[in-house]
């Protein structure tokens, strides 16, 4: 098992940053595929960016090129930077990890594969 607390959403304006964090604990997140969903009201969930155990990585499209995802396994952290937010990145981000294969995850056809998940943290890019 592993627990998922998630820090860093705010309040915004279009075009700015903001670095969210994932603190992992009960597991080392090195043993898990581990990434970023979100959910903006009456909105499907979408899968956002996913960091396999060895290091590849996914990205949604509409992401690419603006958001980063990190894994520090020292600290057992998982980060996403997000640059050039805009208004259509609101939305609450929740932190995911499971033992699933990364590779599996296709971000733009998002099928939720993660057991475990983070409380979540409101992002909101106003313009």
């Known amino acids: 098992q592993v627990q998922l607390v998630e820090s860093g959403g705010d309040s915004v304006q279009a075009g700015g940053s903001l670095r969210l964090s994932c603190a992992a604990s009960?597991?080392?997140?090195?043993?898990?595929?581990m990434g970023w969903i979100r959910q903006a009201p009456g909105k499907e969930r979408e899968g956002v960016a996913f960091i396999e155990r060895y290091g590849s990585l996914k990205y949604r499209t509409s992401v690419e090129g603006r958001f980063t995802v990190s894994k520090d396994n020292a600290k057992n952290t998982l980060y996403l930077q997000m640059d050039n937010l805009n208004v259509e990145d609101t939305a609450m981000y929740y932190c995911?990890?499971?033992?699933?294969?990364?590779?599996?995850?296709?971000?733009?056809?998002?099928?939720?594969?993660?057991?475990?998940y983070g409380q979540g943290t409101q992002v909101t890019v106003v313009s």
């Open positions: 009960g597991s080392p997140a090195r043993d898990f595929c």
């Open positions: 995911v990890a499971d033992t699933v294969d990364c590779t599996i995850i296709l971000p733009d056809s998002f099928l939720d594969p993660f057991n475990y």
